[in-house]
């Protein structure tokens, strides 16, 4: 059996939107959803010092920055025969969205929503680097 991996880089807000890119640039949809399997999104977001958890302007590790060092975040998006219909019938990334996360999905902003609430990032990463259709779902 052959298995043939192509790894390529699309720019997009995320992995839904990476499917919706692929259909803009006019690739057929059933191309589409038979030849992608997986789609995975990716920010990094800085991480609060350890040392000083950021309320130190004087921390000799962080500079008084209050970070140091930088954390990947990812959304992991598989491409199953569920969805191939949606891409199928070109249906609006937030179609697409909703679908996902009724399946479990774990979208960019709910990660860093944990890494908050874990006390490893600050809210402000939200405006920094990932993008979020629900607004009020943030903290």
Same mark, same amino acid.
């Given at each position: 059996m052959?298995l043939?991996?192509?790894?390529?880089t699309?720019?997009?807000?995320?992995?839904?939107?990476t499917?919706i890119?692929?259909?803009d640039m006019?690739?057929?949809p059933y191309? !589409?959803? #038979?030849s992608v399997?997986?789609i995975?999104?990716?920010? @990094?977001i800085? +991480?609060?010092?350890?040392?000083?958890?950021?309320r130190?302007?004087e921390?000799q590790?962080?500079?008084?920055n209050?970070f140091r060092g930088r954390?990947?975040i990812?959304?992991?998006?598989?491409?199953?025969e569920?969805?191939?219909?949606?891409?199928?019938?070109r249906?609006?990334?937030?179609m697409?969205?909703?679908? !996902?996360? #009724?399946g479990g999905?774990?979208?960019?902003?709910?990660? @860093?929503q944990? +890494?908050?609430a874990?006390?490893?990032a600050?809210?402000d990463?939200?405006?920094?680097?990932v993008?979020?259709?629900d607004?009020?779902t943030?903290?």
């Amino acid at each position: 059996m052959l298995l043939l991996c192509i790894i390529s880089t699309i720019h997009t807000l995320d992995a839904i939107g990476t499917l919706i890119r692929l259909l803009d640039m006019g690739i057929e949809p059933y191309l !589409v959803s #038979s030849s992608v399997t997986g789609i995975i999104a990716q920010r @990094l977001i800085r +991480k609060i010092c350890t040392d000083c958890q950021g309320r130190n302007k004087e921390c000799q590790h962080c500079l008084g920055n209050g970070f140091r060092g930088r954390m990947g975040i990812y959304e992991v998006l598989r491409v199953e025969e569920e969805l191939h219909p949606y891409i199928l019938n070109r249906c609006s990334a937030d179609m697409m969205r909703g679908y !996902v996360k #009724s399946g479990g999905f774990t979208p960019l902003y709910s990660v @860093l929503q944990q +890494k908050v609430a874990a006390g490893v990032a600050e809210s402000d990463e939200f405006q920094r680097y990932v993008w979020y259709a629900d607004k009020t779902t943030v903290v």
